[in-house]
């Protein structure tokens, strides 16, 4: 009789039913419940403020140099909340206050304190100098908010707000108002070029909200260790194998450094599915050498059903930023905010648009119903979050990747379970 229960217990084991023997026990069935004195809610973002962390910054300037306190940053709220939410910009008013750490450290006042007289305000080069909280060349901008004092706290942060907010209109993306606008020239002091402003910024902004409370995921599919029913294809990796695909190494760098640092602090929630115009090789050639193109992908789909991981994908794609006129299926990524690549994992596949049958090959597609599934399982992430570039941009881009691949792989992953 014991060896019967025994071999049963083993049988269930072996079908995961119960832990292994030497698996150790979930937490989740040994953790007591939470004792009502020490649990303490955190508590939500208030939507009139940032919530800033407290103290020492911890991200460091070019050249290694301290940038001071949150609490500078801190106590000019909500000033700087209300002065973004004048101006609009889809990106929020933590990125503003980030350009005035890397301007001033959120000083105003040579003093450090938050009121003093004209002559104590921070002045920088130039001339006209620059001055202030975020270093305005008053001289030139001081009028661009009708009744607003470049002089003063709050005429910074609202002039800022604005002209921020009307680079980023001209010139697409904060990266390249900064770039061509905000922060053109090169200051050898600091170390600020463009590119080291741009990438002190986006590390700045991961620090705060590394300390936001996070959203719990509420989608569940597949049930946890499912495995993927799809065969793993063979996967190159850029890194490595940029002589297959006809670039260089430092044009590989190029390419795989074409993303958001890190997400900007933001987390893979979306696939975003895309087709190539032409093949993988021709396409890489492209992002590297064309002329001012920002491109890339998580990972490619070739058509001998190979995949080339390009992207780490701690790190957000250059792929699909390009909102124009999008449908309800990406509701859901455009209202996490921000660009969307932030929060997306992409697979550019080789192919060409405007086909208006399945254009993969069978290799193809099987190898990028394993790679979907392999994001899905890993990143808790349901079928309706697999989506169309097309569902992103439908002005220029509602052949990407084509209706009928898009429903083909939609398709796939339904009949293997995946909802
Ligand atoms: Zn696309």
Redesign the pocket.
Known sequence: MTAIIDALIALFRALGFLPKEDAPTPTTTTTPPPSPTTTTTPPPVPADRILFPRGPIKTRGPKGQDLGNWDNLARWEPQITNAVKEFGNAYGPLLLACFSVVETGGNHYTTGKMTGTPSQVVKGGGNPPSLGLLQIVCGYHGNAVPGADCMTPEGQWRIGAKLLTQWIREQGNWEAALANRWHPGTDPGSGYTPQAYIETVRKLIAEVKATWPQTPTTTTTPPPGKGNPFTKPIIYDLRNDFGMYGISSAEASKIINSRFENRDGAAPRYIVN??QDGTTPGSLQWWARGAGVQASSTVMANRDGSILRIVPEQHGPW??GDTCNPTPKSAGLLALGGNPNRWSLTLEAEGKPGVSAVSYTEAQLRAICWQFADWMIRYNLPLANVIS?ASINTCS?SQ?PGEQNMLRVLDELKRAGFA
């Open positions: 895309h087709i792929t699909n570039h881009r990407c």
